[in-house]
Structure formats: structure tokens, C-alpha cells
């Protein structure tokens, strides 16, 4: 285990159950969807489960980025949006949306993304999050499929990070206390 870390909360193999779970209730809903379905990674952070969740969906899907900013430095949310990068089409008319978070807190930033396609003519758009932290929830916004819920900690790992680091350990865990001290 990796020094800073305090404690795991998910393992390697819970984190593939959770995605193997989310990806069949994704594959039943939208079997027959018409159009195109396209996953909407939110980066940095959603990158290795959108990764993992699109070879585990039995239909075809696209792919495309966004980068939005909320938190500053630290563990603290801004409850500030800002959109850094934005998907590269502008017709959204025959796209169904899935928007995959690693991570569901307060819950501004799938709201915001959510309405905002929403806006912009998307034929639909779902969300899905790896976890779901309820406890921090101050925007009445729940993800149509939700991982794994957990407790309101702060935490790394499986592509998230704290101030950069940590996004490459293949499990989720806590940090040690004194990490955040530095
Ligand atoms: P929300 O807008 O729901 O408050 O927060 C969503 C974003 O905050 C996530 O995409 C993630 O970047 C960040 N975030 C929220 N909780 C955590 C956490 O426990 N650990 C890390 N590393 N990021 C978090
Ligand atoms: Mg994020």
C-alpha cells in the first residue's frame, strides 16, 4: 500500500464489481436507444473508470471530454464551475449523453453539466457516478446510477486526486491525516 495512505476504503476488486454492476443497468437502458450514444468524460478525475465502464458496456458509445474546475486546491469546493475544455460537437439534437463522474459531493458539478446539455438540445442525458458521497449534498441532484456510497471522507486513488497526486493507485483510500498538512 502506498505510504500516504491511511486506510482503503474500495479495493481494486470492489471498484470492478461496482463498474460491472452500473455498466449492465446502463446496457439494459439503453439496449434500444435510437441515436447516438455518446459517454461524456469529465476529466481529470473520471478518467480511469470511464475507461473501465465503456469496455464493460455490451452497445457501442462515443467518446467525449470535458474539464471543468471547482475545487481550487485542497479538499474544499469553491461551489465555483468553470468549463476549461468543452465537447467538440455542436449538434447535440441526436445524441443521448451519459455524463460519467468519478465522484458525486455537493452535487454542482453534475447538476450544472446535466442542465446545461439539457440546454443545448441534447435528445437525452443521464449521469453516472463512481461514488456517491451523500452526506455533502447541499444541490438536490442524484446520478441515475450510483457505484458505490460512501462515507463523507476525503478520498484518492482510481483517478482521483489530491492536488494531483494519487490518481494513479488502482484502489480508493483515505489519506493520512499529516498529507494534508504539507
Ligand atoms: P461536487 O460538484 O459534486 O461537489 O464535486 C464533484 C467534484 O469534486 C468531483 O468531480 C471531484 O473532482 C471533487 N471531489 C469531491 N469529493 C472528492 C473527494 O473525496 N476526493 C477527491 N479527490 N475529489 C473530490
Ligand atoms: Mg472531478
Redesign the pocket.
Known amino acids: 500500500m502506498n505510504d500516504s495512505i491511511e486506510r482503503i476504503l474500495f479495493t481494486e476488486e470492489e471498484i470492478k464489481e461496482a463498474t460491472a454492476k452500473v455498466a449492465s443497468e446502463i446496457s439494459r437502458d439503453y439496449k434500444d436507444a435510437e441515436g447516438t450514444t455518446v459517454l461524456l468524460c469529465?476529466l481529470k478525475?473520471s478518467l480511469v473508470f470511464c475507461s473501465d465502464l465503456m469496455r464493460k458496456l455490451d452497445f457501442p458509445t462515443e467518446l467525449e471530454f470535458m474539464k471543468v474546475s471547482?475545487?481550487g486546491s485542497g479538499t474544499i469546493?469553491s461551489g465555483q464551475l468553470n468549463i476549461t475544455l468543452d465537447i467538440s460537437r455542436k449538434d447535440l439534437s441526436d445524441i443521448n449523453i451519459i455524463i460519467v463522474?468519478?465522484?458525486?459531493?455537493?452535487?454542482?458539478?453534475?447538476s450544472r453539466i446535466h442542465d446545461m446539455l439539457v440546454k443545448r438540445g441534447a435528445k437525452s442525458v443521464k449521469t453516472v457516478a463512481l461514488l456517491n458521497?451523500p452526506a455533502r449534498r447541499g444541490t438536490p441532484y442524484e446520478p441515475d446510477y450510483s457505484g458505490l456510497f460512501m462515507p463523507n471522507?476525503?478520498?484518492?486513488g482510481y483517478g482521483?486526486?489530491?492536488n494531483e497526486k494519487f490518481r494513479d493507485l488502482p484502489y480508493i483510500g483515505v489519506l493520512k491525516p499529516e498529507i494534508y498538512k504539507r
Do not use: W
Open positions: 469529465i478525475g471547482s475545487y469546493s463522474e468519478d465522484i458525486i459531493d455537493t452535487g454542482i458539478t453534475l458521497n471522507e476525503f478520498v484518492v482521483l486526486d489530491y
